[in-house]
């Protein structure tokens, strides 16, 4: 058997499809230096995408908000991530679909509607923010000094690259030995971490923040579980406060689902282990997806 | 005689000296991906590089703020920087260097320091922010209602990439026919604009904003020159008010030196035209570019 060229993955960029190490773009794009690109990952979980639908809503209200308009359709967009997907051969797989502005058209121009913009895809093996060994045994989460960029500043619903704040935020639960890092805003709101929602567990009611924050999917996909199985649940303003007095904290994010939190700086949670309630929206949010829950299953055929 | 590959501009990557339209990083690079980068621009005037330790000595503060270190001495990043610039053969050129994160050397690690940072440069024709046509009769200024990202969460002094901000005013700015636009913090104080550094004069007095702004090259240039001349002039808070009742307001950065601006919102300044102290300071910033102030000569002989 010959070697899969697109094994390790693949991606459509200007250039065509190409194997992910030959995908590339100008060191002169403004999705590159102005950071003027929005994105959103998608997973492929035994062969289908969960909540494709929802993930290229939201991609399609980013690039609204942001006016990048890239030429492909949204059906040629989602024809490109089935293609991506199917020529790796992966069943389980991470994968990114990103509008950025491109080049000015007009030679020297600085004006974002003069530059061409365009669509990028790809499919990687699966990614998980935190190792299945610190989900294990919990991630230990820090709680940044550096405040979240407001969101009048720039509305954190749109997904973006623009990471300074949550990489301050990285270094420092580094350097603290965490794993991990959540910020709070200026006021003292907890917000979110570098690419996840936060949730609280406290007196059996799970909350996540309000602003500051992505509107995940998978954080969606939590609440829709609470809802299901009747637990108290919901949007709220959290403080810092709140946070360090929860019982359980976990996060949500695409590239990892639900992830326990046994550390907040140096408080043990629970029994130094993901907590009970952490631990069942987990698990039903895994055995949902063995059940199909939301999943469009990949075209492999387009491999050909 | 043959063209020049690098005519229209010359990089080093990590592909080593190639032809702009060449020079490319992965999609996966956390600079792109994470925006985790820094970057400085200095000019070539006349065949010499203007004011090129103090952009190398911003670089090096910049690169380890942010904890980035790619494996270049300064002497081996100054001698590519030569290089691009002497590829061209260009003697009026727009000169970047770029510090990336790079990628991780540990597979699905997510931790900046598991990275291999990189050193990006390159040349291209002179590029005017505003131009000529532009500059002549005074740009049009829009104070943008987008408040720019506060110096808590991303040090402003550290040249960057994240002008999702910046790019919002800029759109503003464009949607009310002008032609560039300065952000205020949430405060109310002015910061900068999408690419400089924003003056106002006063009385005879010039001011610059306190915060919220990159430390500029060009900004420094036109202290100094104040200082020779017996100018009155700062670094100071400015006002929202203070900008709108400015006798003259000018912007000042690499990429075109001392711009003047006729209207700010829907007042016209002055005569419509260029203020005398904008015009005064923008001559003489160029007629000391033409003496060799802070230049430093391209070695062109690299080309070879």
Not at 43 to 72: C, E, N, W, Y
Request: some cysteine; proline content about 6%.
């Amino acid at each position: 058997m010959s070697e899969n060229p697109y094994a390790s993955g693949a991606a459509f960029t200007q250039d065509g499809f190409v194997p992910i190490a030959d995908a590339k773009i100008s060191i002169l794009d403004w999705g590159f230096t102005r950071s003027d690109v929005t994105y959103d990952v998608v997973h492929v979980f035994g062969g289908s995408f969960f909540r494709l639908a929802d993930h290229l809503d939201r991609f399609a209200t980013s690039m609204a908000k942001r006016r990048i308009a890239p030429p492909q359709s949204r059906a040629e967009m989602e024809a490109i991530l089935h293609k991506v997907v199917a020529l790796t051969g992966l069943r389980d797989s991470y994968v990114a679909m990103l509008a950025l502005r491109g080049r000015p058209r007009v030679g020297g121009s600085r004006r974002p509607a003069d530059c061409d913009n365009h669509f990028i895809a790809y499919a990687l093996p699966w990614i998980d923010v935190m190792t299945p060994e610190v989900q294990e045994r919990g991630g230990h989460l820090w709680i940044a000094s550096t405040p979240r960029f407001p969101d009048a500043s720039f509305d954190p619903t749109v997904k973006n690259y623009m990471w300074g704040d949550l990489t301050s935020g990285l270094l420092e639960a580094h350097d603290n030995g965490f794993d991990t890092a959540v910020l709070c805003d200026a006021e003292g709101f907890v917000t979110e971490g570098p690419g996840f929602n936060v949730f609280i567990v406290k007196d059996g009611t799970v909350l996540t923040p309000d602003r500051g924050s992505l509107g995940g999917i998978t954080r969606r996909s939590v609440l829709d579980l609470c809802e299901a199985e009747g637990i108290p649940s919901g949007i709220a303003p959290i403080t810092r406060a709140m946070l360090e007095d929860a019982d359980e904290v976990f996060t949500a994010t695409t590239a990892g689902g639900v992830m326990p939190i046994s550390r907040l700086n140096h408080r043990i949670l629970g029994n130094d282990r993901p907590g009970p309630m952490s631990a069942r929206l987990k698990a039903l949010y895994w055995q949902r997806h063995r059940e199909g829950w939301h999943g469009t299953p990949v075209d492999y055929s387009l491999s050909a």
